[in-house]
């Protein structure tokens, strides 16, 4: 399935036959363990050939979200179902798995590990062939133990695969894999969405997100707060364009700039130490430049930045954060407090479940 495109406003009858189409479903499950709210009311769809990409905070809620969708937590209420079955009682043949922690026996190789994998099913693809998919060829006769972490994260993806899933639960798939190793991963998730393959993923890597989702949901303290598609959560929560200048001038030197100067609080703060100028073109940065140096300000470096969802995940999840510790909503210009309009929409919000359509590409 492609990535979103304008599509006309369906039907109300339309939307009820798309809902009906979703693979996977969770109606505001809600999990708790002891006095920690792991999942509160969280509802979300993935249809056929979806990737739906899970993201938040450490201890968000993510893992047990896949957990109760895939059957090894019982949530406290809400329900989940997968391809219209009760977790516990779809056809294995059918899943594929990859938990945060996956630890296969050690004293096997890559090929004799996928090959132990394959045996467990009936209908399997070739093992050789997966593990080309993971770009594990040359490592295919190293012990498991012996191959370094992305690469053991890597058979882990492929023992996924073996049994070639209809639904596909990958728990942060690509922790600890190089760059180009990545990007192998993400070649094969979206070669298999476009078959047709429904995927949920989790990750901490918003370039993954961006990449890879369909739609987006982001986790905070169990609730989704947010969800849409990458670009319409840019819209809607990424904030401007922006100018990053990278500077340890004190606050006060901006005072009799021209325009505007943001000091970006902590939690939403990129990786620039220094103040950021929204609300202008790329062709108004020499203006910029002038009036730094008229007022002698030095800086050691400006940036241009487009909003992506590592802004959008920087906003939402400090503005929850702040409403949890009733620390009050955030004061500079990216606080959008719009997120919390999504948040607890339960599965019979036809609209806001119905992938895609009507959405803004
Ligand atoms: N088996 C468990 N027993 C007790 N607490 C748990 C258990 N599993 C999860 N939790 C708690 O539930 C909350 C959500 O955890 P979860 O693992 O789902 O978060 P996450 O979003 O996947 O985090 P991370 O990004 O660190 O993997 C955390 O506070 C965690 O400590």
Not at 242 to 252: K, Q
Not at 337 to 361: C, S
């Amino acid at each position: 399935m492609g990535k979103s495109a304008g599509i006309e406003p369906l039907t109300r009858t339309a939307w009820v036959a798309v809902r009906m189409s979703a693979v996977v479903a969770a109606t505001e499950l809600a999990k708790t363990y002891g006095e920690t709210v792991a999942l509160d009311s969280a509802s979300l769809t993935v249809d056929r050939g979806e990737v739906f990409a899970l993201i938040g905070p450490n201890g968000a809620g993510k893992t047990t979200l896949v957990r109760a969708l895939t059957g090894t937590t019982d949530p406290d209420s809400g329900s989940a179902r997968v391809l219209d079955e009760p977790p516990a009682a779809v056809d294995r043949d059918r899943l594929g798995v990859l938990p945060q922690a996956f630890s296969p026996p050690d004293r096997l190789t890559a090929r004799e590990l996928l090959t132990y994998y394959a045996g467990l099913y009936e209908e399997t693809r070739d093992p050789a062939a997966v593990l080309a998919d993971v770009g594990l060829v040359d490592a295919a006769d190293t012990w498991y133990e012996d191959l370094s972490g992305g690469q053991q994260r890597r058979v882990c993806v492929g023992a996924t695969l073996v049994n070639d899933p209809d639904v596909l639960f990958l728990d942060e798939p690509t922790t600890g894999i190089d760059p180009a190793g990545r990007r192998t991963v993400w070649r094969l998730i979206e070669a298999l969405a476009d078959a047709g393959t429904t995927v949920v993923l989790t990750t901490h890597d918003m370039a993954e997100a961006e990449r890879l989702a369909d739609r987006v949901g982001l986790l905070s303290n169990g609730e989704l707060v947010a969800r849409g598609t990458p670009a319409e959560l840019i819209d809607e929560h990424g904030g401007t364009s922006r100018l990053e200048i990278e500077t340890d001038a004190p606050s006060d030197a901006f005072a009799d700039l021209p325009f505007a100067v943001e000091h970006p609080t902590r939690g939403r703060q990129r990786d620039h130490q220094g103040v950021v100028v929204r609300d202008i073109s790329p062709a108004e940065i020499g203006t910029v430049v002038d009036a730094l140096e008229t007022n002698d300000i030095e800086y050691s470096g400006l940036a241009w930045a487009e909003p992506d969802l590592e802004d959008v995940y920087l906003t939402l999840a400090d503005s929850a954060e702040r409403e949890r510790t009733g620390r009050g909503g955030g004061s500079d210009a990216n606080t959008n407090t719009d997120a919390d309009a999504h948040a607890d929409e339960p599965i019979d919000d036809e609209r806001e479940d119905a992938p895609r359509t009507g959405e803004t590409a």
